[in-house]
């Protein structure tokens, strides 16, 4: 291909890729603003908090719309260079239109594992600071999870005092050898409870092997159990759902510190999950600039922008719920996770291969 051809078409691509980067983040900055100053509208900030927050959150959300964004910008770039004539000019140069496809499949490509490896760190690092701002200021904040190298440790309010709990890990949906403080209000330790397990499925949690060590003005009283229930606003489902926020990990992160990850306390399966999510995203772009291409790159005559809109819109949509569906059957079991991940991008890929064929004889 001619390289002063390969240089104006890539110049062009980029330059919508950027227009239509540039317009979702818009949206994306006054949707969110108002959001944000929905949550603060009862709190003493200043209002440059806000901003600063969207300006944290927005860009690893832009990183979740780029399959979108991609598809867009495809469709964007092969309506315009049908409209001015300038496909019809490459192609008496002998250029086909599947060589304009793998092109700009090259492109999106690129933009895909370039985000990955040198955008993502910087997006998830600013969603960590934007979640640790956030938490600042949340009304649940007496309320803390955590995980480091000894455990989980969680400090709950009680309506008479606070409760503090630490376990050496989770398995499943049981705590494993932990221990439980109970203060008064007067921060006084008023008995201290030592288990085995605890079943934490359900907000009444039921501990196992228990000895309850209560501290009397003179004296200190124990007593075993072989079960003992406990009331807590903490279930195992809210414990891991803290944990859960994708946009605070980084594709490299992933993959040099997987297993200190595990050890931290995050989900294996949750770590699986982000890991072939991100890994499939460089070939999701393929897959929306191809679907793109066929359905705009069919004939060299003027097209109805607002008609591609149209179906763009609809094949967005329709992308996304297959996407979403296929997570959902993974997370419920029906099928593996990995290729509940995958599968959207190879039955999008699979539908898009014959496309890509048949234009490249029109």
């Known amino acids: 291909m001619n390289k002063i051809l390969i240089r104006y078409l890539f110049n062009n691509y980029i330059k919508i890729f950027l227009k239509v980067f540039f317009i979702f983040y818009c949206f994306g900055v006054i949707l969110n603003l108002f959001e944000e100053i929905e949550f603060f509208k009862n709190l003493e900030v200043n209002f440059t908090t806000p901003i600063f927050l969207t300006v944290l959150h927005i860009p690893s959300m832009i990183i979740q719309l780029l399959p979108f964004i991609i598809f867009i910008t495809s469709m964007k770039f092969i309506i315009d260079i049908k409209n001015n004539k300038d496909l019809l000019t490459i192609k008496v140069f002998g250029i086909s239109n599947l060589k304009v496809f793998l092109l700009i499949s090259f492109i999106s490509f690129f933009i895909g594992w370039f985000s990955l490896f040198f955008l993502n760190p910087i997006t998830s690092s600013m969603s960590k600071y934007y979640e640790k701002i956030k938490a600042n200021y949340s009304k649940d904040i007496d309320h803390l999870v955590t995980f480091n190298k000894n455990g989980l440790w969680i400090k709950e309010n009680l309506e008479n005092g606070q409760r503090i709990i630490s376990a050496k890990e989770i398995d499943q949906k049981n705590l494993k050898k932990l221990t439980i403080f109970n203060f008064d209000k007067n921060y006084n330790l008023v008995n201290k409870i030592y288990s085995n397990s605890a079943n934490i499925e359900k907000n009444k949690w039921v501990l196992k092997d228990v000895i309850l060590v209560k501290f009397l003005e003179d004296v200190i009283d124990q007593s075993e159990f072989d079960e003992l229930e406990i009331d807590s606003i903490y279930t195992y489902e809210k414990i891991t759902s803290l944990y859960k926020n994708f946009d605070t990990l980084s594709f490299i992160n992933l993959i040099t510190n997987y297993k200190s990850l595990l050890d931290q306390g995050y989900s294996n399966i949750f770590l699986k999950q982000s890991f072939n999510n991100m890994l499939s995203m460089p070939f999701f ?36 719920y297959l996407k979403d569906l296929s997570i959902a059957l993974g997370k419920t079991n029906r099928i593996p996770l990995t290729l509940a991940t995958w599968m959207p991008i190879i039955i999008t890929g699979l539908f898009s291969s014959v496309g890509v064929l048949q234009i490249n004889e029109k």
Request: hydrophobic content about 55%; overall charge positive; charged content about 10%.
């Open 285 to 320: 772009l393929i897959t929306m600039t191809a679907l793109a291409s066929i359905l705009v790159m069919g004939k060299l005559t003027k097209s109805n922008n607002m008609r591609y809109i149209v179906i763009g819109l609809i094949s967005c949509i329709t992308i996304y």
